[in-house]
């Protein structure tokens, strides 16, 4: 039998008093109840025996919040969804515009090789009319072979009186150098060509070749359809103007009126006049001899930028060859750099200091073809036009030619 050790007093009547209070703590004590088994919580209570009992209290267990968890995880998984719909929908344009370039890009090597086989049968009856024409001894006969001749005529009589007739020399070869086919209207197809032409070699007196040989000249001719077969466009080929560039230049009397040519544009600088943009160009005149060409360019023309005349030489000047499509013209990838053809009208104007100034009354076209061929700048595309098919079909090869 186990006796505990517990004090009592005992009173009178049997009455058992608690014990006395326990006396003062030591420091050692007092620090051994900051020990974790003293930082308990306790209760002491007396039971019925006057016997104490200490119980102990459970902390309760705090109560975890779903709300805030479920929140969290449902804006990340939005915020995934997100992602993954970005980058799906990224993924598939991507993969949309893959193809449409590669589809791009065969419907261009189409339409390529069915306008190579349609010149393949119509170069040769070209090549036969440009013969025929430089075999004319007169411009008069020549013009039968012309575009449109009863009313070209009229400026081939006015050309010819201070210009010379091409002629090609006796033994010497017209080859074709390069072709392309210009689809402004299906019923009104325009073959571009090159033509080399390689003098005959010359000879001393001896009958011995020359150290010195004439180069090999490149000369264009545009071909157009008419009823009996092609006929050359003769604007485009002599670059017809209405008026002598160098009597007009230099604003010579009865030689300044306002005058429609075919030049070459070419931009200076840009700046503001009157807090409005203005384009500076200068305009050639189309020379073998490009020392003489550049020499003979107007003083530079002021156009402003917001004017139907100034969009549409921006538009020209900012060609280049690389935007080139089947069915454009090609022949002015071959031009100086930096340089675009142009058919303008020029007039002279005074101003109210008395000065004169060379002003752009219009902007015809952005080449050298006869009038009726002027393309569409891109500012006046009709919208209709949006929704048409771009590509003009190549026509049918012309029977008897």
């Given at each position: ?247 007009f230049r230099g604003d010579v009397e009865g030689n300044n009126v306002p005058s ?142």
């Amino acid at each position: 039998m186990v006796q505990r050790n517990v004090t009592t007093r005992r009173r009178s009547e049997g009455r058992i008093d608690s014990a006395a209070p326990p006396e003062v703590a030591s420091v050692k004590e007092v620090r051994s109840e900051g020990s974790p088994e003293a930082a308990r919580p306790t209760d002491e209570v007396v039971s019925d025996d006057g016997r104490k009992k200490v119980v102990r209290r459970r902390k309760k267990r705090k109560k975890v919040r779903l709300g805030p968890l479920l929140f969290l995880g449902g804006w990340a998984t939005l915020v995934m969804g997100v992602v993954l719909l970005v980058n799906y929908l990224g993924n598939k344009d991507q993969a949309e515009a893959e193809n449409l370039r590669q589809e791009e890009a065969e419907r261009k090597a189409a339409l390529q090789a069915e306008m190579e086989a349609y010149l393949r049968t119509e170069l040769p009856a070209c090549r036969a009319v440009v013969l025929k024409y430089l075999a004319e001894p007169t411009w008069a006969r020549r013009a039968q072979f012309v575009r449109n001749s009863s009313e070209v005529a009229p400026k081939m009589g006015r050309h010819y009186v201070r210009n010379r007739l091409w002629r090609l020399a006796e033994g010497s070869k017209l080859t074709v150098s390069a072709a392309n086919l210009v689809l402004y209207e299906k019923d009104n197809p325009i073959v571009e060509v090159l033509f080399r032409v390689e003098l005959p070699p010359v000879e001393d007196d001896d009958g011995n070749l020359t150290p010195e040989q004439p180069e090999a000249e490149l000369r264009e001719v545009v071909f157009m359809r008419e009823a009996n077969g092609w006929a050359i466009d003769w604007e485009a080929l002599v670059r017809y103007s209405s008026n002598s560039w160098q009597l007009f230049r230099g604003d010579v009397e009865g030689n300044n009126v306002p005058s429609e040519f075919r030049l070459f544009a070419k931009r200076t600088t840009g700046r503001f006049e009157g807090g409005e943009p203005v384009l500076v160009v200068k305009f050639f005149e189309p020379r073998d001899d490009r020392v003489e060409m550049w020499r003979q360019g107007s003083p530079g023309v002021v156009v402003a930028l917001d004017s139907e005349q100034g969009r549409r030489l921006r538009e020209i000047l900012e060609r280049e060859p690389e935007d080139w499509e089947p069915g454009q013209p090609r022949l002015w990838h071959g031009d100086p750099e930096g340089l675009r053809r142009v058919r303008v009208r020029l007039a002279w104007e005074r101003t109210a200091d008395d000065r004169r100034l060379l002003q752009v009354r219009e902007v015809l076209a952005g080449n050298w073809l006869m009038p009726g061929h002027e393309e569409e700048f891109r500012q006046e595309m009709p919208a209709e036009w949006e929704e048409q098919e771009k590509d003009q079909p190549v026509p049918e090869s012309p029977e008897g030619i």
